[in-house]
Antibody
Framework: EVQLVQSGPEVKKPGESLTISCKASGYRFTSYWIGWVRQVPGQGLEWMGVINPTDSDTRYSPSFQGQVTVSADRSFSSASLQWSSLKASDTAMYYC????????????WGQGTLVTVSS | NFMLTQPHSVSESPGKTVTISCTRSSGYIASNYVHWYQQRPGSSPTTVIY?????PSGVPDRFSGSIDSSSNSASLTISGLKTEDEADYYCQSYDNYYRVFGGGTKLTVL
């Protein structure tokens, strides 16, 4: 059974760093791109970036380029999303998602990680 | 870059049919696949249609997708509405490494 299990909720202060994770199981991790999607409370879905776990080829959406870092660790079948300096506007639910192929639909979603940034 | 525009909300009665549109602002809708996701309150999204009109296994055939080049739009149609269909629905497409979601449509089944 394919599963994407994300790390738990986080409460951080502005300026702090953070890494959240997405652990994949039930399939060959390097066979599918992984993406990250943001959802601000009460708002819609936004693509942040995608990564090929085989070679860590990463593509960011323009709005998120330079704001976050997406990475993957093949040995742990895990993808990560990292911030070096959080802002209050980063408060959101973050989903990892497995893509059928590079431009393909998502076929599996993680359960989401809620990040709250507040002083 | 382009945008995908969806109606903010639609409502219909159980048993009826509803269609949600998704209009592409620039570029041709038929040039790149459109995918549709359902998100119930408090849950992760799930895929209901991929590649314009394909249903994942487990999605009932009450859900269908189509493309209309004349209006440069995609549509998600749900027939035989059930209360469990009440959710937010998002279309999604792409172009030149750029992936876009529509703003989402809240479906109320009343």
């Amino acid at each position: 059974e394919v599963q994407l299990v994300q790390s738990g909720p986080e409460v951080k202060k502005p300026g702090e760093s953070l890494t959240i994770s997405c652990k994949a199981s039930g399939y060959r991790f390097t066979s599918y791109w992984i993406g990250w999607v943001r959802q601000v409370p009460g708002q819609g879905l936004e693509w942040m970036g995608v990564i090929n776990p085989t070679d860590s080829d990463t593509r960011y959406s323009p709005s998120f380029q330079g704001q976050v870092t997406v990475s993957a660790d093949r040995s742990f079948s895990s993808a990560s999303l990292q911030w070096s300096s959080l802002k209050a506007s980063d408060t959101a639910m973050y989903y990892c998602a497995r893509l059928m192929y590079f431009y393909g639909s998502v076929d599996y979603w993680g359960q989401g990680t809620l990040v709250t940034v507040s002083s | 870059n382009f945008m995908l525009t969806q109606p903010h909300s639609v409502s219909e009665s159980p048993g009826k049919t509803v269609t949600i549109s998704c209009t592409r602002s620039s570029g041709y809708i038929a040039s790149n696949y459109v995918h549709w996701y359902q998100q119930r309150p408090g849950s992760s999204p799930t895929t209901v249609i991929y590649e314009d009109n394909q249903r994942p296994s487990g999605v009932p055939d009450r859900f269908s997708g189509s493309i209309d080049s004349s209006s440069n739009s995609a549509s998600l149609t749900i027939s035989g509405l059930k209360t469990e269909d009440e959710a937010d629905y998002y279309c999604q497409s792409y172009d030149n490494y750029y992936r876009v979601f529509g703003g989402g449509t809240k479906l109320t089944v009343l």
